[in-house]
């Protein structure tokens, strides 16, 4: 899987969660909650001297300073305050983060905006029980009981990109209806199965323009309203010359992986020989563009991996026949190479399919 990011530096802002509060009364409650969160607390200038506190001088002004260096805000203010005020600032539900408000006795405790690939159903949950009050989550799959796919799909580490297709399945879901669910590895079926009656899981990829699910690492064309998640199921192995640049290996890891018909989202992990893991270069750079982890093997055991393409001027380099090939199969723990040895000016990469026990994938023809 490949997250894309919701700031300069995701991994920094990870986890922080922000409470604010604009009274008394509010910052009390404010301060008590931020405290059981290990949250920041953002309070007026004049409260600061009561509270460990960043401040601001309008809650509109440290909103649309802070709003995505959290990934979540906690208001308490009333709710019509914080729909004006983050109005603007919501962009989009795959990175908006989650916003929460209640009012200053913490009755109340209302998930605003990103409740479900945000968090902010479970950030209200979370709050609620601290205050004693009562959770307000409106999503309809929440008020019918029905699973949320897209909640579902992040925590199974499911990429995903295009979720248009998700309002018509949760729709559906919420109406009764089946969803047809494509899923040969088994990456999601078994956590639907909660919930018998709604999901159907034929063989073969969805053809027909209806809500339906497809998880698979190939690419391949699928009706406008099935939603493609992309499951770990690739390690792509790299080898490269020391002074091969990030943009020139991402190029050719992209392109490579297009023409093969597998999609980037699907990458669990890169591999490498372990002089190239170095983090100046390229390989550790891809890496931490796409935030999966970077594996090294030493020569050793990469000459112990047969490969259909070894290479004798690696050999005499590196000390192994094959380094993008061999690497991609250890990291894939000895799974199958479905994309062989591609090269570029100074690098190439390979592709294999990770053994996962519960995986009923083959590598077969990578489709179109």
């Not at 019918?144 to 309002?167: H, I």
Request: glycine share 10%.
């Amino acid at each position: 899987m490949i997250p894309r990011g919701r700031s300069a530096d995701p991994e920094a802002m990870e986890g922080k969660v922000a409470v604010w509060a604009l009274t008394a009364q509010g910052a009390a409650l404010a301060d008590r909650t931020a405290r059981a969160l290990g949250a920041d607390l953002f309070l007026p200038d004049r409260l600061k001297g009561d509270y460990a506190a960043k401040t601001f001088r309008s809650l509109g002004e440290g909103l649309a300073r802070w709003f995505r260096d959290y990934r979540g805000h906690v208001i308490v203010a009333a709710t019509g305050i914080a729909v004006r005020l983050i109005a603007p600032l919501a962009a989009d539900k795959k990175t908006d983060p989650a916003v929460v408000t209640m009012g200053q006795d913490g009755r109340f405790v209302i998930s605003l905006l990103s409740g479900h690939l945000g968090g902010a159903n479970e950030l209200a949950r979370r709050v609620a029980l601290l205050t004693g009050g009562l959770p307000v989550i409106t999503t309809a799959t929440d008020l019918q009981r029905v699973p949320a796919l897209e909640v579902l799909a992040a925590d199974l580490g499911l990429g995903f990109q295009d979720l248009s297709p998700l309002a018509a399945i949760s729709r559906t879901l919420t109406e009764g209806g089946k969803i047809d669910v494509y899923d040969p590895g088994l990456f999601l079926r078994p956590a639907l199965g909660a919930w018998p009656g709604l999901f159907e899981f034929p063989g073969e990829p969805p053809t027909e323009n209806r809500p339906s699910v497809s998880v698979d690492y190939r690419l391949r064309p699928l009706p406008r309203e099935c939603l493609a998640l992309r499951p770990p199921a690739l390690a792509v192995g790299l080898g490269c010359h020391r002074d091969c640049p990030p943009p020139e290996l991402l190029a050719l890891v992209e392109g490579s992986m297009g023409d093969a018909g597998l999609s980037t989202r699907s990458v669990a992990a890169l591999a490498t020989v372990d002089s190239r893991g170095g983090p100046d270069l390229a390989p550790a750079a891809l890496a931490k563009l796409w935030r999966v982890p970077l594996l090294t093997f030493g020569p050793g055991r990469l000459s112990a991996v047969g490969t259909p393409n070894p290479s004798e001027t690696v050999l005499r380099r590196i000390g192994a026949p094959s380094v993008c090939e061999a690497s991609a199969i250890l990291a894939a723990r000895m799974g199958p190479l479905i994309m062989d040895k591609r090269k570029g000016a100074r690098a190439t990469c390979a592709v294999a399919l990770m053994d996962y026990p519960s995986s009923a994938s083959a590598p077969g023809d990578p489709g179109a």
